[in-house]
């Protein structure tokens, strides 16, 4: 299984440069399958969907596709599954992980996934990476202290009711924490700090990573990839 968990996004040569690396044919030759489905349940300025779209596309791919998996999943799966069936390469856009946690099982794609990773490669962006770990509960850290704020809000104004969950797919033993450093004053206090905090509660690992890091799992084999800043916090004690 070959993931590659982003931030945000295949924004800088080394995010690139991993990607390539996973691949077992140069890019010109892969299918990327980008599906932006999370999006949906997010609010606001959307340049960063389009920089999502921007930074994936000029990579050279021979086919860039794009599935929508919360407007398809009322299709017959005849029109459109063989779409990611034709993918090497599968990335998972960012916006509401627990939106997206919802339409990925809607689609039968949550449950498909485990067995097409066998074949293919995957970029989670923010939401995309973190419904593939131990869990949703991350995606507060930094936001308040408060152990009830960690659950997952399964009531959002921004989503039709009912179109939430926190489940994931459970396919590596830690959780992600992204957008460490953002200048959106909701990740004003998200650092170190507030991520040892919740391990308290969670006790879980966690890695807290800014938009210039993504985490590299080839064969259960994990590797940070980085030009900016990155923590692993799987204690309770301070690092050195």
Known sequence: MKL????SGLRNE???GALRSMLDKPVGECNFLFIPTSYHGAAGDMTWLVEDFYNAHRMGWKQFLV???AVKSNWDKKLWWHIIGEADVIQMGGGNSAYLSYWLQKSGLFEALPELLKTKVYVGISAGSMVLTAGLTS???GESDDPADYEVNLRDPRVAAGELSDKTLGLTDFLFRPHWGKSDPKYANLNGEAV??????LQKPIYLVDDDTAIKIVDGEVEVISEGKWVLVDSEEPQA
Do not use: E, G, Q
């Open 67 to 69: 599935l929508d998996i």
């Open 4 to 7: 590659l968990l982003t931030s």
């Open 14 to 16: 080394s995010l690139k």
């Open 139 to 141: 995606a507060n850290i």
């Open 196 to 201: 040892r905090r919740a391990y308290k509660v």
